[in-house]
């Protein structure tokens, strides 16, 4: 009879080392797989954070720009700001704003196609919100789920969202001088007084002043498709001057800036209706721009730009591009657009200026294409 084979305490020893290692090994790894579940909580619940601040951020940015458009107040865009944040959960609290958390200024597009923000900063057409959840933050930091395993128990976002509001108070500076009755296939660049279309209305179907009618038109169509809030005005400029039973003025403020571009439409028609003529006095119609878009209308917080448009080269007054640094003095953008046979160096430094553009119309479907162009490339509201 064979007898059962018995393990030596060597061997017994050995076994239980190794049974040993492998209990040690496991509850490592049960220990790091936990400490992995845990952190990835913790990771995830804070990435969900940081998108919620990120969404109530941009929402309060979003918001005091639409305030400060609407209302041209900065108050009421603060308070907008607040309010919109405090609509919107993070972590399941409102979050909460203070003062120097919302920050007013001016930002400009750089070469590079960066905006860059200045706080304080005038004009201004800009409001940055700085989203806080940490400790000094009105809404406090935000306890972690975990982290107190690792001995981390809250945790500090933050976002910054800047919005751009560029809004426009536009006037457009119309030639009404006695070249725009010409009809677009004459080449004379002037209108004689013997000329039979002298002590009449324009031809609106022939002239040029009806083909500024419907360049007009295509601007005002053109800024009904925007995001942004326009109001409009219109100067018209020619020369002090009577005849034809009708008293011209060098230049006159037809329609007072609205955001009813009909009543800008409505000046030009009663224009087109009447026997205007005269010479041609630009810098005239430049300082009557000047005037409207600095008046109690002009809204404090709106960018303000003008659209100057001539057929002809001055013949009268002092020369425009010398009147030209006043509008930039007061922010006044202008973009100057050359018809028929004016002077485009001029009206080039006139832009250059001010930080304009200068365009040059040849034929009419240009001059409509201009306008309508100059109306959708005005900045839009952009956020950073």
């Known amino acids: 009879m064979s007898l059962a084979h018995r393990s030596t305490p060597r061997e017994n020893t050995a076994e239980d080392r190794r049974r040993g290692a492998i209990m040690v090994l496991v509850c490592f790894l049960i220990v790091v797989f936990m400490a992995s579940v845990v952190l990835s909580v913790d990771v995830a619940y804070m990435q969900l954070c940081r998108t919620r601040l990120r969404s109530a951020t941009d929402a309060a940015s979003r918001a005091a720009g639409e305030a400060l458009s609407r209302a041209q107040d900065i108050d009421a865009s603060r308070e907008a700001a607040k309010t919109i944040a405090q609509a919107n959960l993070v972590a399941g609290a409102p979050l909460l704003l203070a003062d120097e958390d919302i920050v ?14 200045v706080p304080n900063g005038e004009p201004i057409n800009a409001v940055r919100v700085n989203g806080r959840r940490t400790r000094t933050a009105p809404s406090g930091s935000i306890p972690t789920l975990f982290g107190m395993f690792f ?14 509001r560029l809004d426009r ?11 725009m009755k010409l009809y677009l296939t004459d080449t004379a660049p002037t209108m004689s007084t013997g000329d039979s279309r ?55 403020i037809d329609q007072a800036l609205s955001e009813d571009y009909t009543d800008a439409t409505a000046a030009l028609q009663t224009i087109s209706s009447s026997k205007f003529n005269g010479m041609t006095d630009i810098s005239a119609g430049i300082l009557k721009g000047i005037e409207e878009l600095t008046s109690p209308q002009a809204r404090p917080f709106a960018a303000k730009t003008m659209v100057l448009m001539s057929d002809g080269a001055y013949t009268q007054g002092v020369q425009p ?23 485009p160096d001029e009206m080039q430094a006139i832009a250059d ?5 200068h365009y040059i119309a ?3 479907a240009t001059l409509q294409d201009i306008f309508e162009e100059i109306a959708l490339t005005l900045p839009v509201m952009f956020t950073q």
């Not at 007013?104 to 923000?117: I, L, V």
């Not at 108070?169 to 070249?179: A, K, Q």
Request: aromatic share 10%; hydrophobic share 40%; charged share 15%.
């Open 321 to 343: 591009s010398t009147v030209a640094p006043q509008a930039a003095a007061e922010d006044i953008v202008i973009h100057t657009i050359t018809f028929g046979e004016a002077n």
């Open 104 to 117: 007013f200024g001016h930002s400009d597009q750089q070469e590079s196609g960066a905006w860059d923000f």
């Open 169 to 179: 108070d536009i006037c457009l500076v119309v030639d009404r001088s006695s070249s």
């Open 198 to 252: 002298f002590c009449q209305p324009p031809n609106m179907s022939l002239s040029r002043w009806g083909a500024l009618a419907e360049a007009v038109d295509r601007f005002t169509s053109a800024l009904l498709t925007t995001p942004q809030s326009e109001h409009l005005a219109l100067v018209s400029y020619g020369s002090n001057y009577s005849n034809c039973s009708h008293t011209n003025y060098a230049a006159t």
């Open 151 to 164: 001995n981390v128990f809250d945790f500090q976002p933050t976002q910054l969202a800047t919005v751009v």
């Open 362 to 364: 040849p034929d009419a």
């Open 353 to 357: 200026a001010t930080g304009g553009n």
